[in-house]
Structure formats: C-alpha cells, structure tokens
C-alpha cells in the first residue's frame, strides 16, 4: 500500500514570509497528526484529526500556525508569518482510528527560515 | 505529563557486535512504550511496541526491548548489527495510546 505523502520536501523561506505544506495519508486512515521535529529534539504533536475535525491542537501556536483537513484526507499546515525558531522538519503520521498504537509517518517537510 | 530521557545521544558500534539504547521515562499513570527508527531523510517507522504483558518484546529488525517498570526503563538491544542499523533511534511513550512523548533521540553509527 502507498505510504504518507508529503510536499514538498525542501524549503526555503526569509523570516516573515508564509509557506504551506500538504499531507496525503494513507487510504482510509482516519487520523492524521502533524509533527514538528526540530534539529537535535524528537517529533512534538502540533496538532491531530480525526476525519475533518481537530482532536487535539493545544500544542499548536495558534498565532501563526494554523492547520485543515478538508473531506477527511488531505491536510495542509500553514505558517504566517513564519520565523527563524520555525526551522524544522514537519512530520505528518496517519493511523487507522484515534486510540490505536500504530502510526505511519511521512519523509517530512525540511522548512528553513533565514 | 509524561517525559522520555534517552540516555546516549550517539552510539558508534562495529559491525556484529552487540548495541544496547537506554531509554528512561516519567509518568505518574500507566503508559504504553515505544521504539521507532529514523533512517536518513525518510520518516519513522515503528521498531516494536510495549502494551501489556510479556516486558520482553521483539520487534523487526532483529531489535528487542525490555520493560523494567521498577527502573521505568525500556531499553532497546540488539544481538549483532549491521551496517544497514546506521540510524536514529526514538523511544516514545503515551499513557493514552495516541499522543506520544518522543525521547530526543539516539544516533547509532555502525561501522565496518
């Protein structure tokens, strides 16, 4: 089966500019988690979903993140303004149903912020 | 909340000999544990998992771990590596079964 897909997988951005990154779990996964994996640190849960609606996003700097899941598939995260602190490899992971132990991540987004 | 404390950042080993990663972790309830691996530019994948049961469990790979409730330790082993375990080595726990708490992470460099 097709694993997680994400996009794109490099970029680069100056401080205060915005970006968008895209999510496509796995067919028929339910729950989707967007991860931000800063350089020497493990994986932090920004925020998940389970089908279109957010379950969790209290880690989430609401201020310039922000994160949709439209229809239950697809998700983009997106950061306004961004900053250098951003810099970072956003991890998306999908599972069957919320509760379960097994998720499958994606390559990561590797964001830049000069 | 819960926290993971893995004891070495970096682990160089030759090749067939044994490795051993500590893990350490803080809760105040019952967690579940959690070994994934992060192999360069790609995703994490799950090595093993601990639920209830057995505290020895395998996982792929070749890998196994053991649950020390006590010590509040899930240290992950393997017998004899290979160049192909060159990676970066995550121990995680949740008491919930979904919102993980990931260690910072252990690089193992294995060496011919």
């Known amino acids: 089966e097709a694993g997680v897909a994400q996009s794109p997988r490099y970029k680069i951005i100056e401080k205060r500019q915005s970006v968008a990154f895209w999510c496509n779990p796995i067919s028929g996964h339910a729950t989707l988690y967007w991860y931000q994996q800063i350089l020497g640190q493990g994986p932090k849960l920004l925020i998940q979903f389970q089908n279109n609606g957010v379950v969790d996003d209290s880690q989430l700097p609401k201020d310039r993140f922000s994160a949709e899941r439209l229809k239950g598939v697809d998700s983009t995260l997106k950061i306004q303004p961004a900053k250098l602190e951003d810099s970072a490899v956003y991890l998306c992971?999908?599972?069957?149903?919320?509760?379960?132990?097994?998720?499958?991540f994606g390559p990561g987004t590797r964001l830049t912020v000069t | 909340a819960q926290s993971v404390t893995q004891l070495d950042s970096q682990v160089p080993v030759f090749e067939e000999a044994p490795v051993e990663l500590r893990c350490n972790y803080s809760?105040?309830?019952?967690?579940?544990l959690f070994w994934y691996v992060q192999y360069p530019n790609q995703g994490l994948q799950l090595l093993l998992k601990?639920?209830?049961?057995?505290?020895l469990v395998k996982g792929i790979n070749g890998f196994e771990a053991e649950f020390n409730k006590s010590q509040t330790s899930f240290h992950l082993r393997k017998p004899s590596v290979h160049i192909s375990d060159t990676a970066e080595y995550f121990c995680?726990?949740?008491?919930?079964?979904?919102?993980?708490?990931f260690g910072a992470g252990t690089t193992v460099t294995v060496r011919a």
């Open positions: 992971a999908s599972s069957l149903i919320v509760g379960t132990h097994e998720q499958y």
């Open positions: 601990y639920l209830s049961g057995s505290t």
């Open positions: 809760s105040s309830v019952s967690v579940y």
């Open positions: 995680a726990v949740t008491p919930n079964d979904y919102k993980l708490s």
